[in-house]
Structure formats: C-alpha cells, structure tokens
C-alpha cells in the first residue's frame, strides 16, 4: 500500500532531509509541499541537489488539499507549528518536528519558550518521538511530537542509567558540540561563514537552553523525582552532527553493560566496546547513534559519549521512524542507509 504524504516546512533544512529520505522509501508518496516565501517555486530551485525528483511545485499551506493526505509531517518553526496543525483535519496523522508540542505541561511550555500554548487540545493529545522509548503509544498516536537533536542525543545517553539507577542523578554534566544546521536556514549574522568558521563558542548557556525543559520533564519522570541535569552545547564549524560528552559518577563496565542491553536490539543505536568512543564522521547523514562508554582515571566516574546526525536521527529520520510506525510500516523502511564517509 502507498500512503500520500504531504511536507509543510518542506524549503528548510528539515523539510529538505525529509524529502531525500522519503524519496526511496517504498510506501510513502509526496503528494503536497507547503512553504511561506518559497511557495510558487519548484522544488528544483530550492533545492538543486534534489532536482532529479518528481515532486508537486511548493504551495502557500492554506492551498493544500489535505482530503487525501494520510500523514503530514510539520517542518515549521517554533511558534508557527500551533495554528497551522490546530487547523489541520482531526483525524490526520501529524509528525511535527517543531518544539511546539514536547512538553506536556502547558506552564512549562510557556516558561521554555516565552509565550501561552495557542493549541492546548493538541498539547494534550501529542505523544512524545523518541522513537525507541515510546514506540507503543507512537503506534496509536494521532500527533507525535518529534524531540530537539539536542534532547534525543542526551536522552539516548542517560534514560537506561537513570532508570537503572547506576548513576548519581545529582552529578550529571552534558556537554555538546552542534553543528550549525541546528539552527535552522533563516539567515542569522552570528551564523555567516565569517562570523562561525575558525573557532566554536558555547552558547544558551546555565539554565537558558530550551532543551533543558525536555531534559527536565523525561529524566524526572523515568526517577520519580526531580532531576535537573548541567548541561552546556557548543556551536561548531561543521554542516551536521552532535557530539555529546557525559561526564557521570558511576562504574564504567555496569554503565557500559546497561547501556548494551538497552539497546541489544535496537536497529538504530549502537553501542560500541567499552573504551571506544564515536565520531560525528560516523554517522553524517544516517538514522544511527553510536555510544560510547570510557571509564575516567578518578573511581566511580565515566564518560558517556554519544554522536548522531542532528538532521537525520536527532530530526527527519526520526519522524520518519515514527510516521512508519504511526502507518504500521516496517519502522526501519526507508532509514537503513550507511553513513556518507569520508
């Protein structure tokens, strides 16, 4: 069976990387293309690297027909994924990979982002994407709210320690290197090649960082008590990729043994030897996250190190993994490419 896919959001970044991965996939169809300013144009002009496909020219959102669309993925940003998916047909299946539906509490939501929730019965309906912890309310899901690159690359390091409990959940330093397609494609000054090449700087730093409020709501609720991580990204000089360094107190083989067993069958996570850690080069433009785990030279203390793809696993890939699931489609069609290398 073929199911029609429409992409609102589809001239960014995200939108972009959907396209290429849902271009081989042997179920879904573009059927419908949304944007705001690039709207009359083809996806050829937009995008030059995918003009060998077939795809619709792209639509102002309000000109889509979503009769028969039977899954819509929202590439739009914060703030905007609201209306637009408040104004969609209540029986369409909707992947959004905005921020605006990851927090269940409407408080922290305003706290996080700095505005009232405009959508608050779609809040309460969304079903949190992180595919590997979520996969049976996913299956069911109407509205799936996919997870920042940020948030899933630290979650996929910590959730199986911290419900095992083999660390000391009042020890937890996260710190991450981000590429800077994270940021998005509106042009931005600090971002320019001038401004970003030659150096990285840490950013949204102490308690500023929006992704905290998913790191807040998932840790607390897997310990049952509140857990608040310290958590420092940095931007770098490079297209795609997060690297995450956990600096924890644990043991490092029962940290590493856990962290195997979590996701022993996972198809997407990969967990490497105990000592070895992974590279962004490893994963670019790939649905996988390697883990790796190293004790440090003080007892009682590891590092945990994570790397993935912000682009693919930390966003498209991601919701394609949960559209799959969402349409009871084997969950890794259209995702098993090997990372580009060199």
């Known amino acids: 069976m073929t199911y029609s896919i429409a992409i609102l959001g589809a001239s960014g970044y995200t939108g972009a990387e959907l396209i290429r991965l849902i271009a081989v996939h042997s179920s879904l169809k573009i059927t419908a293309l949304g944007a705001f300013s690039k709207a009359g144009q083809s996806v050829a002009q937009v995008f030059p690297h995918l003009r060998h496909l077939d795809l619709p020219t792209l639509l102002q959102i309000d000109q889509i ?18 209306s637009v998916i408040a104004a969609l047909p209540p029986d369409l299946k909707v992947v959004d990979l905005s921020a605006d539906f990851r927090l269940r509490d409407p408080d922290d939501y305003e706290k996080w982002y700095g505005n009232k929730h405009s959508a608050l019965t779609q809040q309460a309906e969304a079903v949190y994407g992180l595919t590997e ?4 309310d996913i299956k069911t899901a109407r509205l ?3 997870t920042g690159c940020n948030a899933a690359t630290g979650q996929y390091m910590l959730r199986p320690l ?35 090449s030659e150096g990285y700087h840490a950013y949204a730093t102490g ?69 070895q850690t992974p590279s962004t080069r490893h994963v670019r433009g790939s649905n996988f996250c390697h883990i790796g785990v190293v004790a440090d030279r003080q007892p009682d203390r590891a590092l ?8 693919t696993k930390g966003s498209s890939g991601q919701a394609l ?17 090997a990372p580009l290398f060199p």
């Open 65 to 82: 027909d979503f009769a028969n669309i039977d899954l819509c993925f929202c590439a739009l940003p914060h703030k905007t994924s609201q």
């Open 133 to 136: 912890f979520y996969r049976d």
């Open 144 to 146: 799936v709210a996919g």
């Open 162 to 196: 911290i419900a095992a409990g083999v660390i000391d959940l009042d020890n937890i330093i996260l710190d991450l290197k981000c590429a800077v397609s994270g940021a998005g494609r509106s042009l931005k000054e600090n971002l320019l090649h001038a401004e970003l």
């Open 207 to 275: 308690s500023t960082h929006r992704h905290l409020g998913e790191f807040d709501q998932e840790f607390s609720q897997i310990a049952g008590r509140p857990v608040q991580v310290q958590f420092t990204p940095h931007l770098i000089p490079a297209n795609r990729g997060i690297l995450g360094t956990g600096y924890l107190r644990g043991d490092a083989a029962q940290i590493h043994d856990t962290l195997s067993q979590a996701y022993a069958n996972e198809p997407f996570v990969d967990v490497l030897p105990l000592g």
């Open 304 to 311: 945990v190190v994570a790397a993935l793809d912000n682009l």
């Open 321 to 337: 993994q949960n559209a799959n699931l969402m349409l009871n489609i084997e969950e890794t069609e259209g995702l098993m490419m």
